[in-house]
């Protein structure tokens, strides 16, 4: 039989590598020992560096809930604020309620479109705009609004409570009544409104101006650069008619419409270049403002000048084509 060779490594083979492992496991009790002395110094930094990330996190979190609770709480202020739409078409005063010899009142809440806060108009046919008073808390109560404002016109700075009280189920009609100068009406909102003021000031256009208006300057003109303001800005001039009734229209792309206006009566003269207009203006902050508009046509009557006291406005128009 055959036996096997015994493989083994030389002594000296086993010796280098016994020293080599001791070697290597001296160095790691080394290294474990600097570990925990310096551990030992510094206890609180490993908590610390956690507690940092944590402290972070936490932060962040924090910052995150505020601003949702800001705009949350944005929110729901606006969205309180804005069942104040139901009521933000120009309200004529009712017959029944008018005072000082008839004078006609008009109530208007809105929104300003630069501050996005909401505001209440109050105006009168003979003494213009009464009141401005801005909206700083709004109640719902069983039949309509408690709102709480500040005015802004009238007494500046002086809070005060305008109770409104719906007086038909479609919302057309309300009861507006408050301590604050002991205004107390009924109004009729929309165009109900605006055909209650017609009924009463007959706003429909005289027909001569509205010939003239229909045969001269009917259209939209664009003012020329010579009389541009506000860094070159172009106005648009345009009149045109609607029910029976001519209205003139001013606007810009940058600022919206700066005046709509009926157009009631006037004056034309002989040779029909020129013409005084009676208007009574139907958008805020103005209602019901009553002014003349000077009309001189240039230039064949392809171009027209406009003047007036209101707003101080002037400029000269080219109709198109």
Do not use: C
């Not at 069942?83 to 004529?92: E, G, K, Y």
């Not at 000082?100 to 505001?119: E, L």
């Amino acid at each position: 039989m055959h036996s096997r060779a015994k493989h083994t490594l030389p002594k000296r083979r086993r010796g280098l590598i016994i020293v080599i492992s001791l070697f290597g496991l001296l160095i790691i009790i080394m290294l474990a020992m600097i570990l925990m002395v310096e551990i030992s110094n510094h206890p609180d930094k490993a908590t610390n560096q956690s507690n940092t990330g944590k402290s972070q996190v936490s932060q962040t979190v924090h910052h995150k809930r505020e601003a949702a609770t800001r705009i949350l709480r944005q929110s729901n202020s606006a969205t309180g604020f804005s069942q104040l739409a139901a009521v933000s078409q120009n309200a004529v005063e009712d017959p029944a309620t008018r005072t000082n010899n008839g004078d006609i009142t008009y109530s208007q809440f809105y929104m300003s479109g630069s501050s996005h806060r909401w505001y209440w108009s109050f105006s009168s046919r003979k003494r213009g705009q009464v009141e401005t008073a801005q909206v700083t808390k709004l109640a719902r109560t069983a039949s309509g609004f408690q709102v709480a404002v500040i005015s802004k016109r009238y007494q500046i700075g002086t809070p005060y409570t305008l109770y409104l009280t719906w007086l038909n189920s479609s919302h057309t009609k309300y009861n507006l009544h408050t301590n604050f100068e002991n205004i107390n009406g009924d109004y009729t909102v929309g165009s109900a409104a605006i055909d209650d003021y017609s009924q009463v000031n007959d706003t429909s256009t005289s027909d001569d101006v509205g010939s003239w208006i229909q045969d001269t300057i009917n259209g939209t003109g664009e003012e020329l650069p010579e009389t541009r303001t506000n860094g070159g800005e172009k106005t648009v001039s345009q009149f045109y008619k609607s029910n029976g009734t001519w209205y003139w229209l001013l606007d810009t792309q940058k600022r919206g419409d700066i005046v709509i206006a009926q157009i009631t009566s006037g004056t034309v003269s002989d040779d029909e270049t020129h013409a005084v207009l009676n208007l009574v203006n139907t958008i805020y902050p103005y209602y019901h403002t009553h002014f003349q508009l000077t009309i001189d046509r240039t230039n064949n009557g392809n171009d027209y000048t406009l003047r007036t006291p209101f707003q101080s406005i002037y400029g000269k128009y080219r109709l198109g084509d």
